[in-house]
């Protein structure tokens, strides 16, 4: 009967365990360095973007996980820049239960959906307060980003050797 207790706390040790413990904004820019010029001509914007995540442990169980979305929307004819704007949208995440590549694929993919519609209203938000249109992403598919991620490793690994 001891044993049957013992077994089944170890099983209860080893449970997968998630849980978010808090969402932040690690950093936040938003310039608008040719105003107010800008507002002087039509809009008619030509959007770059740049997106990034990042991961790390930070206690036991507990892990930082940061997106970085960075925006830079300029005149499509002149290439003047009207805006750029920046956030680094982080979430600390409570995960035990997982190892490897579960906890990195967690880390990668799980996570970051979690994050993005903060960054996205976040991003859109700035850009009204600059005084310009909403600037709504789209959806983005984290999962086909960290495939792409293991295999750009995949490569570099295969190309080390």
Known sequence: MAEDNNQAAQGQNQQLQF?????????ISF???????????????????????????VGEDLYEVVIKVTAQVS?????TTSFLVEVEQAGLFRIAGL??????HTLGAFCPNVLFPYARECIDNLVNRGSFPPLML???????????????????????Q
Request: hydrophobic share 30%; aromatic share 8%.
């Open 19 to 27: 849980s978010l413990q808090r969402i932040y904004i690690k950093d």
């Open 31 to 57: 310039e608008s360095p040719n105003s107010p010029a800008v507002f002087q001509q039509p809009f008619k914007p030509k959007v770059g973007l740049d997106l990034n995540t990042s991961s790390e442990q």
């Open 75 to 79: 005149h499509a004819e002149s290439g």
């Open 99 to 104: 190892q490897g590549e579960q906890l990195d």
């Open 138 to 160: 789209a959806p983005v598919n984290f999962e086909a980003m960290y495939a792409q991620k293991k295999q750009r490793q995949a490569e570099g690994s295969d190309t080390a």
